[in-house]
């Protein structure tokens, strides 16, 4: 018999590292929480004798034979039967109030989302008791630990009847992951797909329907309105340089003295002597507004330019000066306000972004750096997520070559094509995760 430790940050990368060494044969003999994470002790070709010889399970004999630790084990055992009676009582009392008789002697059927919920009231249960109480606790630190098994082969055991049943439904999702695709995107989309579609329709309505539900504004150089548009941002987007390839576009179409930029961002080191060198280059003039009052008046002076561009301060969701940048903003009602996304940021940063910038209600955005991107689907699934129009991509620092009208259509294939210089594939472990039936969260 093989008898091995695991040590993981939770119990679901715990249970991988044991289904990938051990198998599925393994059996587990104890789980316990530590500082660093979760530790399991699994064996392989499991001997009963051997293992309580080893000091496993509850009839194993005490390691440690002090009358502090058999004090301490009798309070915990006395805790868990208390909390299996008081679970019962409830179930009894439950069934009373509901009219359904309680057989606990004839064997049933549950189905996993019971199974979840029988676990969740014995949970319940537990947790009635005072927090400080040290049995108690361990028996919910247990319970826990058990729920999160629960989890694991539950949706394991969900991803593998989808595999079996729907397996081109079961390619679809697999193919999404690969893609980058976060996976509550992924379900919405294939939630849309036929139900009778065959080999051939599941390799590409899914790019269809990726496609499809990218939302673009339809600008572009040619027809563009002009106005004034500020593009905001976190830290290091490429606000500056997109500014710039847009102002260098409408110099091209309506000549320098019909575009001018503003600076708004008074806290980067070299943020406004920047914006001024592009000025230069392009002999547009550039302006400087440090609060919501300065702005009014520059806009006043500049009201007869075509095209206007505001270079905002890149500031994260959690910095305290985003308040005072929305301010600044929302004093002038006719700015339009673009969110600038970079697509190689992971798919949380943008999608946190997106929200800590919802405040000032962006019309549009701007995805940047797709030649810095290893895959695009983290970026595509925030823009889907929060069905956020998009007006222009860039893919270099070139002024002003690198920028593009957004086209969902090239996304797709830029995805596809991203992919192709991969040979990752997705674990069946994640797969389960993303896509599994996971046990209901417990209170």
């Known amino acids: 018999m093989k008898i091995k430790r695991f040590v993981a940050p939770d119990m679901r990368q715990a249970m991988r590292q044991v289904r990938d060494e051990q198998g599925p044969d393994a059996v587990i003999l104890s789980t316990r929480r530590l500082d660093d994470g979760i530790e399991i002790i699994a064996a392989l070709d499991y001997d009963e004798a051997l293992v309580r010889e080893a000091g496993f399970g509850f009839d194993a004999p005490a390691r440690e034979e002090s009358p502090i630790r058999a004090t301490r084990d009798e309070a915990e055992r006395a805790a868990r039967i208390d909390q299996a009676r008081a679970a019962t009582a409830a179930a009894v009392e439950r069934a009373a109030k509901s009219g359904t008789p309680l057989n606990t002697n004839a064997p049933q059927r549950q189905s996993s989302a019971a199974l979840a919920a029988s676990v969740a009231d014995v949970v319940r249960a537990a947790t009635v008791a005072p927090a400080n109480d040290a049995a ?15 989890e694991v082969q539950l949706s394991t055991l969900a991803w593998n009847q989808m595999d079996r049943e729907q397996p081109l439904r079961a390619r679809v999702l697999r193919e999404m992951t690969r893609l980058g695709i976060d996976g509550d995107v992924a379900r919405a989309l294939c939630a849309e797909l036929p139900a009778d579609m065959n080999a051939e329709q599941a390799r590409y309505l899914p790019l269809g329907m990726l496609s499809r539900n990218i939302r673009t ?11 004034t548009t500020a593009l905001v941002g976190t830290t290091g987007v490429g606000k500056t340089t997109t500014i710039a390839k847009l102002a260098a576009r409408a110099v091209l179409r ?23 060198h592009y000025g ?32 905002t301060a890149g500031l994260a969701g959690n910095d305290p000066k985003l308040q005072q940048q929305f301010e600044t903003l929302r004093a002038t009602s006719d700015v339009r306000v673009c969110l600038v996304l970079a697509a190689n940021a992971q798919a949380q940063a943008i999608d946190n972004a997106i929200r800590a910038y919802a405040p000032l209600a962006p019309q549009s955005a701007i995805l940047t750096k797709l030649d810095e991107a290893p895959l695009i689907g983290g970026a595509l699934s925030a823009l889907i997520r929060h069905r956020m129009p998009l007006d222009y991509t860039t893919d270099g620092q070139r002024v002003p070559e690198d920028i593009a009208s957004a086209d969902a259509r090239k996304l797709v294939c830029l995805a596809a094509q991203l992919l192709k210089q991969r040979n990752d594939e997705p674990d069946d472990a994640l797969l389960a995760e993303r896509f599994g039936i996971a046990a209901p969260a417990l209170a």
């Open 280 to 311: 230069r280059l392009l002999g547009v003039r550039v302006f400087n507004a440090h609060d919501a009052t300065s702005l009014r008046n520059v806009l006043l002076q500049l009201r007869g330019k075509h095209t206007v561009l505001v270079d």
């Open 254 to 276: 309506h000549g320098a003295s019909n575009v001018a930029l503003i600076s708004a961002d008074q806290y980067r080191i070299g943020a406004g002597a920047q914006l001024e």
């Open 217 to 227: 504004s339809g600008r572009n150089f040619d027809t563009v309105g002009g106005g």
């Open 136 to 150: 108690v606790n361990g028996v919910r630190a247990e319970i826990n630990n058990l729920r999160e098994m629960l």
